[in-house]
């Protein structure tokens, strides 16, 4: 599942370790995890948005998954990629997962310091963290990716 490679790609060490970094996250998750090359999800979602080109940020990255035609109503289901639209003109995207003590997580970099002190993952004050949805952001939008996507 898409959700435990995020996590797995967290817990190991090996996602960004710098706050802000919330794309490159789920950029390096979905590549990993549908076997694509390295930075080939911008090229893909480029053609859908020539603006990401030149901003590579979460807000373009949404507009460009909801015109290629990934967006769903909801409700959200894990493995399913969040937006928000709070630190415009950025943006923020996280991935769902299911966690069995909290519920509906998001797996996400973040510069956001109270969600970094209790969720950070391998410790607290990582700008990577499982935070549970209900502390999350207003979502913007839903996209949920098919099983063959980027092929």
């Known amino acids: ?73 909801g409700p959200v289901r894990p493995n399913d990629l969040v937006f928000a639209r709070v630190t415009m003109p950025y943006g923020h995207v996280g991935i769902l997962y299911q966690d069995d003590n909290f519920g509906l997580c998001v797996v996400e970099n973040t510069l956001y310091a109270l969600r970094q002190h209790y969720y950070g993952i391998p410790y607290p004050g990582s700008p990577n963290c499982l935070s549970p949805l209900s502390r999350w952001d207003l979502v913007s939008s839903i996209i949920r990716l098919p099983d063959n996507f980027g092929k």
């Open 1 to 73: 599942m898409l959700s435990q490679y995020g996590l797995d790609l967290v817990k190991s060490g090996r996602a960004p370790a710098s706050p802000g970094q919330c794309l490159a996250l789920v950029r390096e998750a979905v590549e990993g995890f549908f076997g694509m090359a390295p930075y080939s999800l911008y090229s893909l979602l480029e053609t859908h948005n020539s603006d990401l080109n030149q901003n590579r940020n979460a807000y373009q990255a949404e507009r460009a998954f909801l015109h290629a035609g990934y967006g769903v109503k």
